[in-house]
């Protein structure tokens, strides 16, 4: 594959270099390639310094001796026109200011940019629930710096990941935000390699990736599920609980949450709750798992000591209430509830105090980060990579 790739490299290379610039789409069927493979090629050959990357068109890095005024020319419609930055034929971009321009002229580095006409591509399980929020920040941000957002939806699929990536990616998407379909959060062994390659800038969004993993190198942004469980756990211990339950349904979110679960409870020297989930069959249906949960807090209380809980999701926490009260487990007398989501905790009969994660925030940071990224180019001046976590709040509530 390698002489294929260095082959059609040149041929780009070569065809830059004779025009001055071109549009990717019109070198994409010149050489019968699909977008995709060409822009990949396009990343790594603007990270090495052969050319520049701008929205939809690339051109030739100037160089000593170089005509003037022919490098960046389509980006515009114009050539060597007036304001351009001498030597360089490249417009400077609205508000960057000389040292951004500067910088643009160093060897290996794309120019600065504005996010007008940027294409964000967004790829979420869904847009209901969880994610309309961080779908609805994500779009705030990106259309305030006048760019437009495209979302790629794959309901929980397998291998719907890639195939709504590489869809946007054809449409015309310049970088991506990525809400892979990883069951526990982040990637099993062997899965999610793709995420790396997509030769876009790419930041996941409500994921993460373990050290070594080539995801890891990736940005992302995701709230700090840990900490939120941990900081409920600290709450109810400061009511004077001692032995404190997680009730959780097998979610991305799970297994950070009991981590801070786990971590909390030994820091505050809590008691330890009977463990969960019970040993006994794999729950198939939601109702199933519905009454596994209802089962395991009742004993839980009636016989393992535990007065109270943090439940995820809140709408489990609402629908098991009245199910716990009809059982005789008083709420919040015999059994004190703090719900994981706060989507709809404070509609309760009795309003619940909840965790809320910083949902349209990381999807609007997220945004921004992507962004940044694809604004200040590529090669030596490319920015270190960034992994963020946002605190969840908790609200209380009667």
């Known amino acids: 594959m390698r002489p294929h790739v260095d082959q059609r490299q040149a041929q780009v290379l070569a065809l830059v270099r004779a025009r001055g610039s071109a549009r990717v789409s019109d070198v994409a069927a010149e050489l ?29 890095v100037e160089g000593p001796g170089a005509t003037p005024g022919t490098a960046i020319g389509a980006a515009t419609g114009t050539t060597g026109a007036p304001g351009t930055a001498p030597g360089t034929g490249t417009a400077p971009v609205a508000g960057a200011g000389a040292a951004a321009v500067a910088a643009a002229g160093r060897a290996g580095a794309a120019p600065a940019r504005d996010a007008e006409g940027l294409v964000v591509g967004m790829v979420v399980p869904t847009t209901e629930y969880y994610y309309a929020d961080v779908v609805r920040g994500s779009r705030e941000a990106v259309e305030a710096r006048g760019a437009r ?37 982040s990637p099993e062994p062997g899965e999610g390699a793709w995420t790396a390659e997509l030769g876009v800038p790419t930041v996941l969004v409500e994921r993460w990736a373990p050290p070594g993993h080539p995801a890891a190198d990736l940005d992302r942004v995701s709230s700090d599920h840990a900490h939120g469980a941990a900081r409920a756990v600290r709450h109810l211990a400061g009511l004077g609980h001692r032995r404190v339950a997680l009730a959780s349904r097998q979610t991305p979110t799970t297994a950070r949450l009991r981590t801070g679960y786990e971590a909390a409870v030994a820091a505050l020297g809590l008691e330890p709750a009977p463990p969960w989930p019970p040993t006994g069959p794999e729950p198939v249906t939601a109702a199933d798992r519905f009454s596994l949960t209802l089962d395991y807090l009742c004993a839980a209380v009636a016989t393992g000591g535990v007065t109270a809980a943090l439940i995820h999701s809140d709408t489990d926490a609402i629908m098991l209430i009245p199910q716990l009260q009809a059982r005789g487990v008083r709420v919040p007398e015999d059994l004190a509830v703090v719900a994981y ?45 960034r992994h963020l976590e946002l605190l969840p709040r908790l609200t209380i509530r009667s």
């Open 32 to 60: 019968g390639v699909s977008p995709v493979t060409l822009r990949r090629d396009i990343e790594a050959m603007a990270a090495r310094g052969e050319i520049r990357r701008m929205h939809g068109v690339i051109s030739r």
């Open 149 to 185: 957002l495209t979302v790629g939806l794959t309901g929980y699929l397998a291998g719907e990941d890639r195939t709504q990536a590489d869809r946007l990616l054809s449409t015309g998407a310049d970088g991506l935000l990525l809400t892979p379909n990883w069951e526990a959060g």
């Open 341 to 385: 989501d706060d989507e709809v905790a404070g509609l309760a009969d009795v309003p619940l105090s909840a965790v809320a994660p910083a949902k349209r925030e990381v999807g609007a940071q997220a945004a921004d980060l992507l962004l940044d990224r694809l604004t200040r180019g590529s090669g030596r001046d490319r920015a270190p990579g």
